[in-house]
């Protein structure tokens, strides 16, 4: 997740907003029999409507005995599309949000990752059961005492 550090200004506070309400439009969308793409939609939508951008060169992930495994799950796309969501299905979503363009690249050390245009970007994720009863976040987690 982005935390910010100390004072922040108001558009990227309103850019941590509006990428974690993105991720959770997309966990929404974990349902038995909905689609990849509909996950992706959500994301996309809401982030756009608020006239962001979503990274496309850098996904989501199903998690399995691997830490990244198939499906992928764009943080855009259409509706409907896509492998079917079962139950049992655990998905890392994870939208990468921009106040600029969705281009990004990878810094000097092999390890950063920079928007193109140096805009303002911000990552929220969660990994997500699909289970009859909806969508079960299993990366929440309380800190005691807190």
Excluded at 78 to 96: D, F, K
């Amino acid at each position: 997740m982005t935390f910010p550090v100390g004072e922040i200004a108001e558009d990227a506070r309103r850019l941590l907003r509006v990428t974690e309400e993105s991720l959770m439009r997309g966990i929404a969308q974990c349902i038995v029999g909905n689609r990849v793409g509909d996950i992706s939609h959500a994301v996309q939508t809401h982030a756009e409507a608020h006239g962001y951008s979503v990274v496309q060169s850098m996904v989501g992930h199903g998690v399995g005995r691997e830490m990244h495994e198939d499906p992928q799950v764009p943080n855009f796309g259409p509706p409907g599309q896509g492998p079917e969501l079962r139950e049992g299905m655990v998905l890392a979503i994870e939208p990468m949000v921009n106040t600029g363009g969705y281009q990004v690249e990878m810094g000097e050390d092999g390890w950063a990752i920079y928007t193109k245009d140096r805009s303002l970007s911000a990552h929220f994720e969660h990994t997500v059961a699909i289970t009859n009863s909806g969508p079960r976040i299993l990366t929440n987690s309380v800190v005691p005492g807190a």
